[in-house]
């Protein structure tokens, strides 16, 4: 059975770094399709992908949040981790980790974690 699970600080305040783990249960990261990626939804509003890694480690970045995204992974673990620098209240949102599966036609979101509010505020 496949599961993610997100952990991190809840609440972070401006201008510091949000810092969140996935961690993989029944499934490794570095199989073949696989892309590790987070997705945040603020209250009331859409769902927004952030960012993903890929099996082979390779990073894929939203443009609007490029500049303050990292996405790394520690294969031994089998984890990924975001970073997302100079946060502010907008960055207040529902962040969720998930499983991107690319069956070399087809892709599938068919993995979730059970999300983790993050708030920023001073």
């Known amino acids: 059975q496949v599961q993610l699970q997100e952990s991190g600080p809840g609440l972070v305040k401006p201008s510091q770094t949000l810092s969140l783990t996935c961690t993989v249960s029944g499934d490794s990261i570095t199989s073949n399709g696989y892309f590790g990626s987070w997705i945040r939804q603020p209250h009331g509003k859409g769902l927004e992908w952030i960012g993903s890694v890929q099996y082979s480690g390779f990073t894929f970045y939203s443009p609007s949040l490029r500049s303050r995204t990292s996405i790394s992974r520690d294969t031994s673990k089998n984890q990924f981790t975001l970073q997302l620098t100079s946060v502010t209240p907008e960055d207040t949102a529902v962040y969720y980790c998930?499983?991107?599966?690319?069956?070399?036609?087809?892709?599938?979101?068919?993995?979730w974690g059970q999300g983790t509010q993050v708030t920023v505020s001073s």
């Open positions: 998930a499983r991107f599966f690319w069956n070399g036609s087809t892709w599938y979101l068919d993995y």
